[in-house]
Nanobody, 118 residues
Framework: QVQLVESGGGLVQAGDSLRLSCAASGDTICISAMGWYRQAPGKERELVAAITSAGSTTYADSVKGRFTISRDNAKTTVYLQMNSLKPTDTATYYC????????????WGQGTQVTVSS
């Protein structure tokens, strides 16, 4: 089993920056890719960014150029640097992880709230 704990959310103004962190524990050797999802009230959960064990990254079009996902050398902590935040970025952000050869994310954190005021 893998446990994921997010931190770093908060209330900021438009244009500000935040950095989210997600620490993995447990059977971390089972982790290949990690990602960040978000869900706003009344909307479906969407993938924001993801990073593989090889360091390849993927971003939603809405955050390209503003958000950066990274991972520490031990590959047990993933970060999401969010710059130029917009009110539309307001959501609960979830960290997720999956095992090699598995397409869906199996492990999820409890989420951290990000609120961007205009």
């Amino acid at each position: 089993q893998v446990q994921l704990v997010e931190s770093g959310g908060g209330l900021v103004q438009a244009g500000d920056s935040l950095r989210l962190s997600c620490a993995a524990s447990g059977d971390t050797i089972c982790i290949s890719a990690m990602g960040w999802y978000r869900q706003a009230p009344g909307k479906e959960r969407e993938l924001v960014a993801a990073i593989t064990s090889a360091g390849s990254t993927t971003y939603a079009d809405s955050v390209k150029g503003r958000f950066t996902i990274s991972r520490d050398n031990a590959k047990t902590t993933v970060y999401l640097q969010m710059n130029s935040l917009k009110p539309t970025d307001t959501a609960t952000y979830y960290c997720a992880a999956r095992s090699p050869g598995i397409q869906r994310y199996q492990y999820w954190g409890q989420g951290t709230q990000v609120t961007v005021s205009s």
